[in-house]
Each structure stands twice: as C-alpha cells, then as structure tokens.
C-alpha cells in the first residue's frame, strides 16, 4: 500500500464503522437491561420520542456532510504527476446563508419539542390518588419510604402496576440521581432539596436502575431494582414488610447486636422511625433479591461474602468490617486483636448473622 494511501484508507475504515454502529443503534437488542429506547411508560415514551427525532435528524446531516467530504476527497484528488494547486475559490453567500438558515431551522425542529417534553415530565401527574415515595440517595444505596404504609425499605422499589408513583427525591450525603431507563426520566437527588418525579407503571416484571451522579468510589455499584407487581401482589408484599420478625430469630438478633450491626442496621422496625440510619434497613433483607445495592444476588453465600468483606465488594462503603483470616482452629481472637480499624467478625459469627438474616422475610 503506498504511504499516501493509507490515511485515506483508515479513514474510511473508520468511516464505515462507525456508520454501521450509529445504523445499528435504533435496532439494538430490548435485552439491554438499562436502555431508553425501550421505553414502558408514557414518561419514558416522551423521551426516545424526542431521542428518535434528534437521531434521525442528524443521522441525516451526518450522511450528508461525510457523503459531500468524501465526494470532493475522490473528484479533486491529485491525479498523476499535477504540481500545480487547484483553483482558489472563496466566498459564497448563498450557500453560507442557506446552511446557516438550515441549521437554525434544525435547532428550533429539536428545540420546540424538548421543551414541550420537560413541561411534561415536570407538570404534575395525571392522577388525584398517587403512590408517593420519599426516595434518599446515600452512599452507596437507596433509601425508600412509603408515607401511605409508615414504611422503610432500601434499593428494591415495590410499586402496583397501573398506579401513578410520585417521587420525592433527596440526599443526605452527596448529589445522586435516580433512574430507572425504561420507567422515566432522571431526578438528581440533592441535600436540602425535594426534587419531585413520576411514573406510571404499566407492565408488571422487574427493571433495573443506576445512581446517574459521580458520587464517589462505588458510584457504579450504586444500583437499585423496580418491581412492579399486580396491586393484589402489591399489597401482600405491604402486609408482609410489615410484619414483625418470627421470635425464633430473637437469638440471631443478639448476635447482630453484640455484633455492633445494630449501630447502622435497623432489623426490628420498618416505619418512619428506620429512615436515615447510616445503613440500609435490614428487616426484611430477605425479601429481597438482590443485596449490597444491587452489586450481589440475595443468597447466604453472597451474604456471607459481603459481611465478611464488604470493602472487598463495595470499595469504601461505610460498613467497615476488616476481611478475616480467622478460621483456622483456636485462631479468631488472636486475629482479631490485630485488627486496627472497625469490628472483626470470625467466621462463625459470620455464619449466625446470615443464618438470622436469612430469616428476616
Ligand atoms: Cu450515587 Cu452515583
């Protein structure tokens, strides 16, 4: 290949790549978990509507402008042994004010219907009765009440299908947002701050959200799932969050307290009274499906795992317990007197705590 050819060659390499992505994109797979353009709710709708506009529109201007490029890269090539430089030209108004007016009709084509769907997803929501949400983003989980239930749970929202959720969305730490893709659109949840959003949600399953706001080391496992259940399943999931835990995990629940879990985990309460503790409130942990903010699958190994390292799974969470070496015969307490920072859990109390935990459902 000559050395002169080979820019012109990557550049099309380039080129025709991606083309095809961009191509591709609008057709791209509905099993992408967090994706927008498969919206299910008429918030959601709202936005790829407009993505779509602004997709095909300038998907248009790109093919034009690089469809232009690369004819004059072809037709005013240099042709065998020319010296001479081409004709110099400069200047045409026509043309510049016609690509100047065609830009400008371009902007007020996107701008007009942006506008038109922040006022919608901003006004209020189309309901006299909706199921509000006091939802607080904390490092690194989220935190969820349910004013009409006196109700505390954390990362896994629960709502009814076919009912109107306003949120009221805050921190008490650092700015997050709130969002879930194919739900709506996204609230940043700032201290000091109720930021309110909604939802309708129409197809009962379970969808996935994310913390959209850099907030630090574990931003990205700051994850939270919906589950949009059929209201009967909506309610009996309510009467179950608030039942109090069956007395044969009194035991369990002195070890989670001589444990010193009790400082930032509430186990014995879901009202109002949980709200803002340092951690997550644990009462129906099990109830759940997902643990550590949607970062592991709700089981006793992955249970195990996370309160024997959390840092290890959540770089700089807050809950501090020192991976242990301990299980060697006679060893724990050794270990754990060399322990500088935080509580140090042995291997079996470990097992006691998810053996209790296990029974908070
Ligand atoms: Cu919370 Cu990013």
Redesign the pocket.
Known sequence: MSEKRAPLIGFLIVFVVLGLLWIWYPFGTPLLPMSTIFPLTENAEATQWMYALVYWITLAVFLGVEGLLLYALFRFRKRGDETAHPKQTHGNTPLEVGWTLATVLLVIVMYVPSCQAIRFHQGPPPSANPLVVDVT?R??FWEYYYPEYDLTTANELVVPKDRTVVFHVTSTD?I??FWFPRLGGKRD?VPGRNQPMWFTPTETGVFQGQ??????SS?AL?RMQVVVSTPADFDAWVKQQKTPPPPESMAGFGVFAASGCIACHMTMANDKTVLHMNGPNLMKVATRKQIAAGTLENTPENLKTWIHDPQHVKPDAKMNVPAMQCTGPGQPDACCRDVQIGNCLPDATVDQLVSYLEMMK
């Open positions: 983003g490092q690194w650092v997050h947002a949840a913390c959209t706001e850099y907030c630090g931003h700051m």
